[in-house]
């Protein structure tokens, strides 16, 4: 079994920032790509950041310039760096990650964290 779990999400004012970290456990072969997705009420889960094994990075671009994504592969942990957060950002962010177990490494899967609510207010 493989998990994902996210920390790091709150209230923040206009303006401010906040960091997202997502850990994955459990029996995994190895790591493709990670990344960030968020819902916000009404609308359609969305990518924010993601990036590869080997750092490569891409971004929504309404996030370019404010989010930084980046890894630690020795932790098999993702990180979401949210700087100059908006209203609009408000949404509950889930960590994603194509993992392959060792009971089948040759295969790899989609996981999903549970999601961390972010609330961009003043």
């Known amino acids: 079994q493989v998990q994902l779990v996210e920390s790091g999400g709150g209230l923040v004012q206009p303006g401010g920032s906040l960091r997202l970290s997502c850990v994955a456990s459990g029996s995994i072969f190895s790591i493709n790509a990670m990344g960030w997705y968020r819902q916000a009420p009404g609308k359609e889960r969305e990518l924010v950041a993601d990036?590869?094994?080997?750092?490569?990075?891409s971004y929504a671009n309404s996030v370019k310039g404010r989010f930084t994504v980046s890894r630690d592969n020795d932790k098999n942990a993702v990180y979401l760096q949210m700087n100059s957060l908006r209203p609009e950002d408000t949404a509950v962010y889930y960590c994603?990650?194509?993992?392959?177990?060792?009971?089948?490494?040759?295969?790899?899967?989609?996981?999903w964290g549970q999601g961390t609510q972010v609330t961009v207010s003043s």
């Open positions: 990036i590869t094994s080997g750092g490569a990075t």
């Open positions: 994603n990650a194509d993992i392959s177990e060792r009971r089948s490494p040759w295969y790899s899967h989609d996981y």
